[in-house]
C-alpha cells in the first residue's frame, strides 16, 4: 500500500514569506502527485498536481517533483494570512479511479 | 462548479444502532468515494464506486456498507456503529480525470 510522509508538520510564517512543505511517497509507480488545501470545517480542495519530473507553477504555487527521490515539494510565494490552512499531500495510482492516498498533511499559518 | 452535498452535517448515534450518511453530488462525475479523517491517520478511503449500482471496498472498510442507487446519490451505511466509527466522514467525486471534489464532511459520534 501507498504510503505518503509530509514535513513538517507545521508552519508558521510572516506574510510575505515563502512556505516550503515537503512530501515523500512509496511508491515510483505512482502517478501523479496532488496537494489539496483543507481549512477547519471544511472538505479538502484541489490546488495543484504534478506527474512529469521537473516543476510547475501556478499563481504563487510552484511545485517541484523528483520521482527518483520519491519526493515533491510545495512552494507557497508571498503567503498571505488566507493561506492559513492544512496542506494534504496525495498520490494516485495507475487506477486513479480507485481514489487518492493522503498525508497527514502540514498545517500553515501565516501571521500579519 | 463541482458540488457535493453531504447529509447530516452532525449526527450523534448509540452504539449497535444503525448509521447511514449520505452524499449527493451535481457534477455528473462517475466515480464517487468516502474516507474518513481522523487526528493521527489522515484521510483514509473506506468505500468507493465507478457508478450507479457498483460498490467496491476501500483501504478500511471493515464495519462499513455502500450503496451507489444513482449516478447522484452515494450512502455510507453503519449496521452496528462502534465508538471507534467517531469520525469526520467526507464524501467526494470524480470524474475520469484524477481532481476529487469534497463535500464538507459528516461529524459522527457514536456514544
Known amino acids: 500500500q501507498e504510503k505518503v510522509q509530509q514535513s513538517p508538520e507545521s508552519l508558521i510564517v510572516p506574510e510575505g514569506a515563502m512556505s516550503s512543505l515537503n512530501c515523500t511517497f512509496s511508491n515510483s509507480a505512482s502517478q501523479s502527485i496532488w496537494w489539496y488545501q483543507q481549512h477547519p470545517g471544511k472538505g479538502p480542495e484541489a490546488l495543484i498536481?504534478?506527474?512529469?519530473?521537473g516543476n510547475k507553477k501556478e499563481g504563487r504555487l510552484t511545485v517541484y517533483l523528483n520521482r527518483a527521490s520519491l519526493h515533491v515539494s510545495l512552494h507557497i510565494r508571498d503567503s498571505q494570512p488566507s493561506d492559513s490552512a492544512v496542506y494534504l499531500c496525495a498520490v494516485s495510482m495507475n487506477n486513479y479511479a480507485q481514489g487518492l492516498t493522503f498525508g497527514l498533511g502540514t498545517r500553515v499559518s501565516v501571521f500579519p | 462548479e463541482a458540488a457535493v452535498t453531504q447529509s447530516p452535517r452532525n449526527k450523534v448515534a448509540v452504539t449497535g444502532g444503525k448509521v447511514t450518511l449520505s452524499c449527493n453530488q451535481t457534477?455528473?462525475?462517475?466515480?464517487m468515494y468516502w474516507y474518513r479523517q481522523d487526528t493521527g491517520h489522515g484521510l483514509r478511503l473506506i468505500h468507493y464506486s465507478y457508478g450507479a449500482g457498483s460498490t467496491e471496498k476501500g483501504d478500511i472498510p471493515d464495519g462499513y456498507k455502500a450503496s451507489r442507487p444513482s449516478q447522484e446519490n452515494f450512502s455510507l451505511i453503519l449496521e452496528l456503529a462502534t465508538p471507534s466509527q467517531t469520525s469526520v466522514y467526507f464524501c467526494a467525486s470524480g470524474g475520469g480525470a484524477e481532481t476529487l471534489y469534497f463535500g464538507s464532511g459528516t461529524r459522527l459520534t457514536v456514544l
Open positions: 457534477n455528473n462525475h462517475n466515480n
Open positions: 498536481s504534478i506527474f512529469s519530473n
